[in-house]
Nanobody, 123 residues
Framework: QVQLVESGGGLVQAGGSLRLSCAASGRTFSSDGMAWFRQAPGKEREFVAATSPWDTITRYADSVKGRFTISREAAKKTIYLQMNSLKPEDTAVYVC????????????????WGKGTLVTVSS
């Protein structure tokens, strides 16, 4: 069993930055793929960023490429999402997820989910 707890969300002005954290517990961490998704009000959950086992490959949605960075701190079993140049359309609940032993960007492929943290970007 894996537990994921996100933190770091909040209210920020457009152009600002936030760093989200997702702390994992319950199993091996570095050998799993990790991802961030987001869900805005009234919209479907969408992929944001992912990192492969051992962080050899990263993937980003086109909408966040060049602004967001996913990273992992294995000793703390924590992944991060550094979000810069935030826009009002980035407003959403951000959720982290695990794929056991592989990289995936598909929400249907995730094995475990956190509960999310709300990010609100004001214009």
């Amino acid at each position: 069993q894996v537990q994921l707890v996100e933190s770091g969300g909040g209210l920020v002005q457009a152009g600002g930055s936030l760093r989200l954290s997702c702390a994992a517990s319950g199993r091996t961490f570095s050998s799993d793929g990790m991802a961030w998704f987001r869900q805005a009000p009234g919209k479907e959950r969408e992929f944001v960023a992912a990192t492969s086992p051992w962080d050899t490959i990263t993937r980003y949605a086109d909408s966040v490429k060049g602004r967001f960075t996913i990273s992992r701190e294995a000793a703390k079993k924590t992944i991060y999402l550094q979000m810069n140049s935030l826009k009002p359309e980035d407003t959403a609940v951000y959720v982290c997820a695990v794929t056991i032993g592989r990289l995936s960007t598909s929400k249907g492929a995730m094995d475990y989910w956190g509960k999310g943290t709300l990010v609100t970007v004001s214009s």
